[in-house]
């Protein structure tokens, strides 16, 4: 399956930002998905995840009542909605997938998409 994340951009803090990833090249209900994070200087870290079916989600304590993953199987996209921003949360953000496995902190995906940056200016 191919990602592709769009949708990052400049915010203020305790702003909002919702991004996408756009999935192609195979039944997209058959992954699930998850988002990721790369802070500047540090090593990529889980954000949040969601199941094939979008009926269970999970999240980094960090995003926990912030942010909001889910999918749209029939428009085949996956969802970040980020609200109360942080400087923080400035990093670039992936969509990833998995075909057998959920996508969860440690968990290691097969699929990833290219980035989308999100600055969170204080």
């Known amino acids: 399956v191919q990602l592709q994340a769009f949708g990052g951009g400049l915010v203020q803090a305790g702003g909002s930002l919702r991004l996408s990833c756009a999935a192609a090249g195979r039944t997209f209900s058959d992954y699930a998905m998850g988002w990721f994070r790369q802070r500047p200087g540090k090593e990529r870290e889980f954000v949040a995840g969601i199941t094939w079916s979008g009926g269970s989600t999970n999240y980094a304590d960090s995003v926990k009542g912030r942010f909001t993953i889910s999918r749209d199987n029939a428009k085949n996209t996956l969802y970040l909605q980020m609200n109360s921003l942080k400087p923080e949360d400035t990093a670039v953000y992936y969509c990833?997938?998995?075909?057998?496995?959920?996508?969860?902190?440690?968990?290691?995906?097969?699929?990833w998409g290219q980035g989308t940056l999100v600055t969170v200016s204080s």
């Open positions: 990833a997938a998995n075909r057998y496995r959920e996508v969860r902190a440690g968990q290691r995906c097969d699929y």
